[in-house]
């Protein structure tokens, strides 16, 4: 879907949504409202602040009136040097001031040479953002939707602590729920506008997050699930207690590299095996090379990294014991991407959706509109090496062709019929792939399709049919609906 279409849709749903509450702190943010949401009334502040206790409320109010996100927030570390480090900045502050220097330099000099990381976007809506703007009709649709879904990937976002707001504030939940390899919906669960707990709206979010986070889904992330939901904990969203089958893809990825590009024969042979029951242990200690008194080679482990590695970076860029991969460095050695990190340190709980009404000016949005693909990014990327693993590691012979309307074809490799709905927004909350045993049937909803629209292509169901492959299905389902033409 068009990312207009789907604001089309978004903004259609909000215009429909009944749940809305009535706040003063919200009214000059609403001055902001366009004709559609003039009328909103956003909640009071003590329905707002009632299950808070005081360390919330002060949290809280760091972030009102809003905070705006930092369109560029590396740009005042990438001229950073030795040369022109303060003088007054010594030891550790010297070298932080100086590290984060350098991990900008890298971070662009990834963004200069490499294309950036990216995904087929034609199987992907728009991100589904969770707030106290949400329509409790629009979260049933989407239970409905991902209620065949027992794979996730999840992130989160937390605001950056400065100066004067010395505690990271949890600001989102990234959910990625993956229908299959090519098609997902992401939720982006915005944990500091949503409604009051005592709230029918607040129960309906609930109930949608008891549905992801459960004991029966798969739930990954890169890094440990339980401690990246961990600060989220407090907003009495999921239990965390449910979460059990997890995958951390970061320990994952790691170990399956270390498996598959063992140290060279030069540097392993730094590591003879000096254990020899005949030799004693005075022997033993006169033929440890001074030079290795540090080193953190594991013999029973050997295909761990280890500090004394001479690896060339290509097979081994980690050179310290128990080191795991970061998600731009795997993004980088598998997909010859670069995974854009300028943004990580960030105002996240600012209100990424336009319909919060938290921007003041187009930079603001524009700014926004770069966080929402960095949030989403962060899903992708670990859930595309996810994929890329199970495929190289399995062996598997059959690459599932990315399916689109351009491109689509029966499946031989499941020899299972496919099928296809193509309809309007009326199968907006339909599963995208549903496969039971028999057949496989694949839904594409675009809001505002027609039989025949002449100055949009795109939204004329004529013309995508005769542009696409699509005759070559057994059978095609037509949702055809009274109010089109
Ligand atoms: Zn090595």
Sequence with gaps: MLPSQSQTLSSTLLQSSSIFFNNSLYASSNAMSDSHHSSMLSPSPSEYNSRMNMNDLRMRQSTFPHRQPIANPHERFLKRTMENCPANLTGRKRTNWLKAGRKAQNNQQLLSTLDPFHWPTYNYESPIFIHRRTSESHLYGIIHKISNVHLYTIDTEADRPTRRYPHSLPALIQIQAIHDENYSTVIIIEVQHLPPTSSSLFHSIQQLCQVIFSSSNKLMAWGDVKKELGPFEDFNLFDLSQVTNTLDLQKYFTKLWNQTHPHTSDCLARHQPVVDECISEDVLVCLVNSDDINDEFNPNDPAEDYNTCICPTEIRP???????????????FIFHQALDKTLTL????????????TWQTH?????????????MNDLFAPTNLYFHLNKTSSLSSNPTNPINLNTIQINTALDLPLFLI?????????????TISSYKLITKAISGLQWVNQSNTQLCATSIIIASSVFSLIFMFWCFLSHWN
């Excluded at 960030?346 to 009404?357: P, R, V, Y």
């Design 363 to 375: 930079t603001d949005k524009r700014t926004r509109q770069s966080l929402i693909a960095y949030a």
């Design 318 to 332: 980690y050179k310290a014991t128990n080191a795991v991969w970061s998600l731009q460095k795997a993004v980088e």
């Design 346 to 357: 960030n105002i996240w709980s600012c209100g990424l959706d336009f319909h919060l009404h």
């Design 422 to 434: 193509l309809a309007d927004s009326h199968a907006k909350y339909f599963p995208p792939v549903i």
